[in-house]
């Protein structure tokens, strides 16, 4: 057990000062008081819930820096890079995936994030040749988040075709391949995993996208995730809405609106090709649009409608999807920046009762919480500890109160202002780094020289 003071903190009731938070040994809130009179284990200057990282494929990590180039052609996109990707993953052991997701998981809580939602779609042997123990790959997953000590949501993935038109996957691609039967045994494999990890562990159901799956499977993929957490790649480039349309008749979440029942249990990802009468219906829905701004500038995806869509009462959540840079600060401003100059506008998500920082924060600590199946997004009596404080005494947060800190965090500082991350109680970031920096960056750093430049 053990109590944090702050001078300043964000509470669902709004900016508090001189809070004391108490948590129990399980690692949750067990108490919030605006009381400095009992004597405290931190005393920090600005204590604020802690995000959830809702979408991400950890080993993508390793290729960042690497597919910037074009190819002989002269052009590139989205689906060139995925061919750099397939062939990347081909280098894959599981060590090397251990290595690296547990690097990932570090700079995620480092950025601000105190949960990893992985959207784990890597299963098998290059060739596609299942591990003697079906579920390898996702215990590697596991063991890299008890080494890193972030909340895990876990999201085995179903991928069974490599297009609508239901043809085999090809290499790479190959890796990620399941039937129904097959996932159905993956996925109750990854659930007895996660039974040795700490009590905030959780499960959830991915299927890949329309392309990779089945109408006639998504029915009973909904049955198998039962009440747990269901995300899904939808509507993020332009050849994909057609691929669907040519297919099934409709645009992607035309259809998935018509043909499956999306509710508040659903994480729908990317969605940066929408119309403006999909994104009010996907909206009203309750499903959670999981957005990654910095891989989706990367890879030229589009710009998801968040005005129109907050508008609509729509739930946001924030993930760094291929983990090129690792920013919660960066993914907020650039949310912002691209509503900016879609719509010339100035603060195009602030209201006259919320600064632009602090209005996406609201919205990815609740898109977040719900997404990821986890008992998180606030400071209050239940929840998950996942917190997180800012350096009260840098420069560019002197003399700031309330709203305007988050607004310096997102648009004039950066990440280096985060002093101490919690994830589920345990103390993972202090003064800025890991508490098991060197180790992980050491086994990194061996994965890493063996793959070598491997695309």
Not at 39 to 58: F, Q, T
Not at 399 to 409: I, N, Q, V, W
Request: hydrophobic share 40%.
């Amino acid at each position: 057990m053990f109590t944090i003071s702050a001078k300043q903190a964000l509470l669902p009731s709004g900016w508090s000062t001189n809070v004391q938070v108490s948590v129990d040994h399980v690692g949750r809130i067990i108490d919030v008081r605006n009381d400095f009179t009992a004597k405290s284990d931190y005393d920090v200057g600005i204590l604020l819930p802690a995000p959830v990282n809702v979408h991400s494929h950890a080993f993508q990590r390793a290729m960042a820096g690497l597919t910037e180039r074009r190819g002989p052609n002269q052009t590139d996109s989205f689906w060139t890079w995925r061919d750099l990707m397939f062939r990347f993953l081909d280098q894959l052991t599981p060590e090397h995936v251990e290595a690296i997701t547990a690097f990932v998981q570090m700079e995620m809580l480092e950025a601000g994030y105190a949960t990893n939602v992985e959207f784990h779609y890597l299963h098998h042997q290059p060739g596609g040749k299942p591990y003697d123990r079906l579920g390898e790959l996702s215990e590697r997953v596991a063991a890299a988040s008890i080494a890193s000590g972030i909340g895990l949501t876990l999201l085995p993935v179903q991928y069974q075709y490599g297009g609508c038109d239901k043809r085999a996957l090809g290499a790479g691609q190959i890796r990620f391949g399941n039937d129904l039967d097959r996932f159905t045994k993956l996925f109750h494999e990854a659930e007895s995993i996660l039974l040795d990890l700490p009590q905030d562990a959780a499960l959830g159901l991915a299927p890949h996208s329309l392309r990779a799956v089945g109408p006639e499977n998504l029915v009973e993929l909904v049955a198998l995730a039962e009440h747990r957490p269901i995300h899904m790649h939808l509507a993020e480039q332009i050849a994909e809405v057609e691929e669907v349309m040519v297919a099934w008749g409709k645009r992607p979440v035309e259809w998935v609106l018509d043909n499956v029942p999306v509710n508040d249990k659903w994480c729908m990802i990317h969605c940066t090709q929408m119309q403006p009468h999909e994104t009010v219906w996907l909206a009203e829905s309750g499903a959670v649009a999981g957005l990654c701004p910095i891989t989706e500038s990367s890879l030229g995806d589009g710009i998801f409608d968040g005005v129109n869509w907050l508008k609509a009462k729509g739930k946001i959540a924030i993930g760094s999807d291929s983990n090129v840079r690792i920013s919660l600060s960066e993914e907020i401003r650039t949310l912002d920046y691209t509503q900016r100059l879609r719509d010339n506008s100035r603060a195009a998500l602030a209201t006259s009762e919320r600064s632009t920082a602090r209005r996406i924060m609201d919205v990815i600590l609740v898109g977040g919480a719900e997404a990821s199946g986890r008992k998180t997004g606030a400071i209050e009596k239940g929840n998950w500890a996942d917190l997180m404080t800012l350096d009260s005494n840098h420069v560019d947060l002197d003399g700031r109160t309330g709203d305007t800190l988050l607004d310096s965090f997102a648009f004039t500082g950066d990440d280096r202002m985060i002093r101490d991350v919690w994830s589920g109680g345990r103390h993972k970031v202090k003064n800025g780094k890991h508490i098991n920096r060197q180790e992980i960056i050491t086994q990194y750093r061996e994965a890493m020289k063996m793959l070598g430049e491997a695309i």
